[in-house]
């Protein structure tokens, strides 16, 4: 058997090695693929719910809390952000609101049954072209977070501009 003979049965039996075992294997290790990449996929929306909506304690920038915290928090390239609401409260007490800290409140939704101190940054004009310029508004609000896997993975602005355009 010459060396370019013994390279093509070699691999050739690899590959039917291989296949042998996607046979075997193949739906299982798919499913355990999937699963795997579905958990990263969760676990990427939940840091980006924490990036985008949680300061705990509240960051001591002085009176330009919203105009530093959305560029610290990357929400102002390439455009700016509208809303944006930070928590100040533990992450252990917002992920509650996924499980019994919080109640169904239509679309999948889960509304907070404690109220929490927040930070709601609304832009100021209509451009959301940089540089971006926003005033902040403090008080006590309920929130309103989807959850996928018992951890947020979304804010619902809608719920607190509409607070705040009764205010």
Not at 20 to 49: H, P, Q, S, W
Not at 50 to 77: A, I
Not at 99 to 128: A, Y
Request: with cysteine.
């Amino acid at each position: 058997m010459t060396v370019v003979q013994w390279r093509y049965s070699s691999s050739h039996f690899l590959v039917a090695e291989l296949m042998m075992l996607f046979k075997r294997f193949g739906l299982g290790l798919f499913i355990v693929l999937a699963a795997v990449m579905m958990l990263g996929t969760f676990a990427a929306d939940y840091e980006t719910f924490l990036r985008q909506h949680y300061d705990n304690p509240k960051s001591n920038v002085g009176n330009r809390y919203c105009n530093t915290m959305m560029v610290r928090r990357g929400m102002t390239r390439p455009k700016c952000k509208e809303v944006n609401t930070f928590i100040h409260d533990t992450k252990n007490e917002i992920n509650a609101v996924c499980g019994n800290k919080g109640e169904p409140f239509g679309n999948g939704l889960r509304r907070s049954l404690k109220q929490f101190q927040v930070t709601t940054c609304t832009m100021k004009g209509t451009s959301t072209r940089p540089p971006c310029d926003y005033r902040g508004n403090s008080s006590p609000r309920y929130i309103v977070i989807a959850c996928e896997n018992g951890l947020p993975v979304h804010f619902d602005e809608g719920q607190i501009y509409r607070y705040l355009m009764m205010i």
